[in-house]
Nanobody, 128 residues
Framework: QVQLVESGGGSVQAGGSLRLSCAASGYTERPNCMAWFRRAPGKEREGVAVIYTGGSTGGGLTHYFDSVKGRFTISHDYAKNTVYLQMNSLKLEDTAMYYC?????????????????WGLGTQVTVSS
């Protein structure tokens, strides 16, 4: 049974930082990519960042969506099978539920429906 468990969410003031973690378990084969998505109240789910996790060393190629470029960093600990999202210079509009996703036939498109596995999410709230 594949499980993705997010952690690290919380409340922070604008300009602050948080680091989210997503621990993956239960795989028979390593996922080809993992990603972070988010959904703000009243908005559609949107892609945040993607990292290639396949191959013998995990690859490490990354892709960021426009709203977080230059502020967020996605990384992958191959040995721990954990993906991180370092979020700096947080803005009010970053407030959302953040979800970890894994295994996609279209990793870098931002299409949430292309991902096979999802975590339950972790809430990030940015205040002024």
């Amino acid at each position: 049974q594949v499980q993705l468990v997010e952690s690290g969410g919380g409340s922070v003031q604008a300009g602050g930082s948080l680091r989210l973690s997503c621990a993956a378990s239960g795989y028979t084969e390593r996922p080809n990519c993992m990603a972070w998505f988010r959904r703000a109240p009243g908005k559609e789910r949107e892609g945040v960042a993607v990292i290639y996790t396949g191959g013998s060393t995990g690859g490490g190629l990354t892709h960021y969506f426009d709203s977080v470029k230059g502020r967020f960093t996605i990384s992958h600990d191959y040995a721990k099978n954990t993906v991180y999202l370092q979020m700096n210079s947080l803005k009010l509009e970053d407030t959302a539920m953040y979800y970890c996703a894994a295994d996609s036939y279209d990793c870098y498109s931002g299409s949430w429906s292309s991902y096979s596995f999802w975590g339950l999410g972790t809430q990030v709230t940015v205040s002024s």
